[in-house]
C-alpha cells in the first residue's frame, strides 16, 4: 500500500488507493461476487489501508445494493474512513434503463431524496462527499448550475461536507467552481484515454483531487504491449502497471478500482508500491 496520502477537501486524509464499491452489485449489468465475498472484500480493504470507498444509492440490482453492503461490513465505521458517495440523472439504480426524458434525478426534490437514500442505506448523519454526476441528459438542456446549488443547499443544511463533481466537461470545472468549494472531479481517464490531461493539471493546480474511473480499461494493442514490457521489468501484473502510471500522472490523482476478487483487491493495493522509472513512464508515452 502506499503511504502517500491527499487531503480530499482540504481536511480529510486519504490513501492514494481506494476502493470502488460499484462492482460488488453486478450494477448495471455483469456478475457480481457472493454476498460473503463482498463484505470479505470490504473488510480486506480496511486492512490493507483503504479508507477511501466510493459508491452510491443507485449501485443496487437484484436486491443487492453497495451501501447496504458497506454497512454491513464496516458499520461502525473506522474513524478514518472516507465513503464517497454520487447522485445525479438516476433516482434508483433501475432508472438506467429508462428513456432520458424519464430520468429525472436532477430535480432538487430527487437530488434530497438520493441524499437522504445514501444516508439511510449507510447509516450516517452527515455525508463526507457527495459527486454530482453529469452527462448522462442532454448536456444543453440540463447545466450543471442548478443541481450544483441545489446540493450547496443541502450541504449548508449539514447533510453533506464536501461536494464533487462527475463526468464533467472542462466548461463545467470552471463553472461549477464559481458556484461551491469542489473537493473533487470523478472523469474517465486511463493511460489510453488521456482527453482530460489539462483538466488534470488545472485540479492539481487548485489543489483538488482527480479521481478517475475505469482506470485500467480499454487499451489499444501498442499501449497493450509496452504495458506488458513494463510489467515484465518489473514483475507485477498489467493491471498493477496502469494504476501506478496514474499514481505517477501527478500528486492529486486518487484511485478507485474495484473488483469482485480478493486476489485483485490485493494486487489492486500493492500497485501503490510499485514505482515507475522514467524509462517507464517514457516508453509507456
Known amino acids: 500500500m502506499t503511504t502517500e496520502r491527499w487531503a480530499l477537501g482540504g481536511d480529510l486524509s486519504v490513501a492514494r488507493i481506494g476502493y470502488g464499491a460499484m462492482k460488488l452489485t453486478g450494477w448495471p449489468k455483469g456478475e457480481r461476487p457472493t454476498r460473503d465475498t463482498a463484505l470479505a472484500i470490504l473488510r480486506r480493504a480496511v486492512e490493507l489501508g483503504v479508507n477511501h470507498i466510493d459508491t452510491s444509492h443507485y449501485y443496487s440490482r437484484d436486491g443487492v445494493a453497495a451501501n447496504e453492503l458497506i454497512r454491513e461490513a464496516l458499520h461502525p465505521y473506522p474513524d478514518d474512513l472516507v465513503i464517497v458517495t454520487k447522485v445525479g440523472a438516476l433516482v434508483e439504480g433501475s432508472d438506467v434503463a429508462l428513456p432520458a426524458a424519464e430520468k429525472t434525478g436532477l430535480t432538487p426534490d430527487n437530488l434530497r431524496r438520493g441524499i437522504e437514500a445514501n444516508l439511510r442505506s449507510l447509516g450516517l448523519d452527515r455525508l463526507d462527499v457527495v459527486n454530482l454526476r453529469m452527462g448522462d441528459l442532454d448536456r444543453t438542456q440540463t447545466p450543471l448550475a ?21 463526468n464533467v466537461t472542462a ?14 472531479v470523478q472523469n474517465l481517464y486511463n493511460l489510453a484515454q488521456r482527453d482530460d490531461d489539462p483538466l488534470i493539471d488545472a485540479c492539481a493546480e487548485a489543489g483538488i483531487a482527480y479521481v478517475p474511473f475505469f482506470p485500467v480499461g480499454g487499451f489499444r494493442p501498442l499501449t497493450a504491449e509496452r504495458l506488458d514490457a513494463v510489467a515484465a521489468r518489473h514483475g507485477a501484473t498489467v493491471p498493477q502497471v496502469a494504476l501506478a502510471w496514474l499514481l505517477a500522472r501527478s500528486p492529486n490523482t486518487l484511485l478507485i478500482p474495484g473488483t469482485g476478487s480478493l486476489g485483485h483487491l490485493e494486487e489492486n493495493v500493492a500497485a501503490g508500491a510499485l514505482r515507475l522509472s522514467a524509462q517507464d513512464i517514457a516508453e509507456l508515452g
Not at 449539514?158 to 462527475?166: A, Q
Open 171 to 184: 466548461a463545467e470545472f470552471d463553472e461549477a467552481r464559481k458556484i461551491a468549494p469542489i473537493a473533487c
Open 146 to 166: 442548478a443541481p450544483l446549488e441545489t446540493l450547496l443547499a443541502l450541504r449548508e443544511e449539514g447533510l453533506i461536507r464536501h461536494l464533487g463533481i462527475s
